[in-house]
């Protein structure tokens, strides 16, 4: 059983940053897509950033630039750093993974997800 477990989200101030990780442990695969998703209350879920086993990488358009996302594979754990974060960041913030494939990682169905961690960003 996959478990992705999600640390360092918190409160910042606007302008500020934030590295959020995701550790993986239980069933894996050498061909993935991880990915880092956020939903703010009361809105949809939104896709923010994609990686591979390759290493490829996606951003969606709201945080290319600001946010970076990486993996330690010797350590199994998926990371986003967020820079000049923005109120509108505000959101809880999963990662997820798909452990059948390595391509069209935007478009996969992702089976595991962590809990969330909470980001608060204050003006």
């Known amino acids: 059983q996959v478990q992705l477990v999600e640390s360092g989200g918190g409160s910042v101030q606007a302008g500020g940053s934030l590295r959020l990780s995701c550790a993986a442990s239980?069933?894996?695969?050498?061909?993935?897509?991880m990915s880092w998703f956020r939903q703010p209350p009361g809105q949809e879920r939104e896709g923010l950033a994609f990686i591979n086993n390759n290493g490829g990488t996606y951003y969606a358009e709201s945080v290319k630039g600001r946010f970076t996302i990486s993996q330690d594979n010797a350590k199994n754990t998926l990371y986003l750093l967020m820079n000049s974060l923005k109120p509108e960041d505000t959101a809880m913030y999963y990662c997820?993974?798909?452990?059948?494939?390595?391509?069209?990682?935007?478009?996969?169905?992702?089976?595991?997800w962590g809990q969330g961690t909470q980001v608060t960003v204050s003006s």
């Open positions: 997820a993974a798909w452990y059948g494939g390595n391509w069209a990682c935007r478009q996969r169905q992702y089976n595991y």
């Open positions: 239980g069933y894996t695969s050498s061909s993935y897509c």
